[in-house]
């Protein structure tokens, strides 16, 4: 549950991020960026509303993850059952039912083409090491 939900935050903070670039706590700059003023921008305020949009989904897990060790969905040290189905790799106006792609074709009239790709990858470091304080 806990990866899903990991997943889910890591695929929109990449879709919705104004750049994709590594940022390390020291120069991450306060949210004082956005304001409520208006954008003059057409087509979305930092990524397009209409056209293309390719997007990675990265399905990150942790070699001493004990959260579900049995999991069917999620096989520890695999990856993840449902992770082709999480955006097509071609747009078409009939996507893969339930992923990015379909949504995305949905809630945009099909405007909004969003392709991409999903891989998954098994950290070298603990949790326990990534994490620690």
């Not at 930092?46 to 897990?61: E, K, M, P, S």
């Not at 078409?92 to 992923?99: A, I």
């Not at 990015?100 to 991409?116: A, H, I, P």
Request: charged share 10%; with cysteine.
């Amino acid at each position: 549950m806990y990866s899903r939900i990991g997943v889910l935050l890591l695929g929109l903070a990449c879709i919705l991020s104004p750049s994709a670039q590594a940022q390390t706590f020291e120069t991450m700059p306060c949210n004082n960026e956005f304001t409520t003023e208006p954008s003059t921008q057409r087509g979305g305020r930092y990524i397009t509303a209409q056209g293309a949009l390719n997007v990675l989904f990265i399905y990150v897990q942790f070699p001493d993850n004990n959260y579900s060790p049995n999991n069917p969905n999620w096989p520890r040290g695999g990856a993840p059952a449902y992770m082709n189905a999480t955006v097509d790799s071609v747009w078409s106006t009939t996507p893969t039912p339930g992923g990015f792609t379909d949504y995305f074709n949905q809630m945009s009239f099909n405007t909004l083409r969003v392709t991409g790709k999903s891989v998954s990858v098994v950290t070298p470091h603990s949790r326990s090491c990534v994490f620690a304080e």
